[in-house]
T-cell receptor, first 113, second 114 residues
Framework: DQQVKQNSPSLSVQEGRISILNCDYT??????FLWYKKYPAEGPTFLISISSIKDKNEDGRFTVFLNKSAKHLSLHIVPSQPGDSAVYFC????????????FGSGTQLTVLP | EAGVAQSPRYKIIEKRQSVAFWCNPI?????LYWYQQILGQGPKLLIQFQNNGVVDDSQLPKDRFSAERLKGVDSTLKIQPAKLEDSAVYLC????????????FGSGTQLSVL
C-alpha cells in the first residue's frame, strides 16, 4: 500500500521557468510533509517542509503548497536552474508514527540550459 | 559539522554470502534510522533506534537482516544470507531529538547481489 505517491517519474523544464513537482497521499493522519533532493551517489538532503496547519511555506526559490482536502502537495521551484536537476522525494509523517518518514518514489527533474 | 558517515560505499557479493554496513551518525543525534532504497523506489524504513534501543523494526526481514547500535552511537546492519532482491542502496540517517522530522542522510552503501 503506497501511502505517498509521486506519479510523475520524470519532469523536464527549461532553465528560468517554473518547475512543479506533485505528490499525493492517502493517509489522513499525516500531519507533516517534507521534500528531499537527491543527487547521484549522494544521500537525500532536506529541502523544505510544511506542517498540516499551514497551506504554504516558502524558502527562497522553493515553495511548498499543501491542499489537505485533496491530500495533495506540490513543490514549486522558480526560477529553475540547471543545478536543480536531481531526484526529488516527497515524504510524510504523523505524530503517532514515532515521526518516521514515508517516502514517495521520487521525480527526476531535469533543468535544461 | 561532520555529516552521517557510512561505509563501504559499494559492495558486490554473491547470493547467500553475508555483508555488513557501518554507520556513524552526526554527533549528538540520538535517533538513527536504516533505510533501503531499491532502484526506482523511495527509501523504505528498515529499523529505527533511539539511543541504543530499537524503536521500530517491524519492516526488518529478521530471518536475514540484523542491526545493532552499541553504546548508542555507531550502528551496523548485517544481511546473512543475502538474496538477489537485497540489491539496493542502504541509507543511514540520524535526527536530533526534539528537532522535528528533519533527517540527515549519509551517502549510502550500494549493494549488488549477484
Amino acid at each position: 500500500d503506497q501511502q505517498v505517491k509521486q506519479n510523475s517519474p520524470s519532469l523536464s523544464v527549461q532553465e528560468g521557468r517554473i518547475s512543479i513537482l506533485n505528490c499525493d497521499y492517502t493517509n489522513s493522519m499525516f500531519d507533516y510533509f517534507l521534500w528531499y533532493k537527491k543527487y547521484p551517489a549522494e544521500g537525500p538532503t532536506f529541502l523544505i517542509s510544511i506542517s498540516s496547519i499551514k497551506d504554504k511555506n516558502e524558502d527562497g526559490r522553493f515553495t511548498v503548497f499543501l491542499n489537505k482536502s485533496a491530500k495533495h502537495l506540490s513543490l514549486h521551484i522558480v526560477p529553475s536552474q540547471p543545478g536543480d536537476s536531481a531526484v526529488y522525494f516527497c515524504a510524510a509523517s504523523f505524530s503517532g508514527s514515532a515521526r518516521q518518514l514515508t517516502f514517495g518514489s521520487g521525480t527526476q527533474l531535469t533543468v535544461l540550459p | 559539522e561532520a555529516g552521517v558517515a557510512q561505509s563501504p560505499r559499494y559492495k558486490i557479493i554473491e547470493k547467500r554470502q553475508s555483508v555488513a554496513f557501518w554507520c556513524n551518525p552526526i554527533s549528538g543525534h540520538a535517533t538513527l534510522y536504516w533505510y533501503q532504497q531499491i532502484l526506482g523506489q523511495g527509501p523504505k524504513l528498515l529499523i529505527q533506534f533511539q539511543n541504543n534501543g530499537v524503536v521500530d523494526d517491524s519492516q526488518l526481514p529478521k530471518d536475514r537482516f540484523s542491526a545493532e547500535r552499541l553504546k548508542g552511537v555507531d550502528s551496523t546492519l548485517k544481511i546473512q544470507p543475502a538474496k538477489l532482491e537485497d540489491s539496493a542502496v542502504y541509507l543511514c540517517a540520524s535526527r536530533l531529538r526534539g528537532r522535528g522530522e528533519k533527517l540527515f542522510f549519509g551517502s549510502g552503501t550500494q549493494l549488488s547481489v549477484l
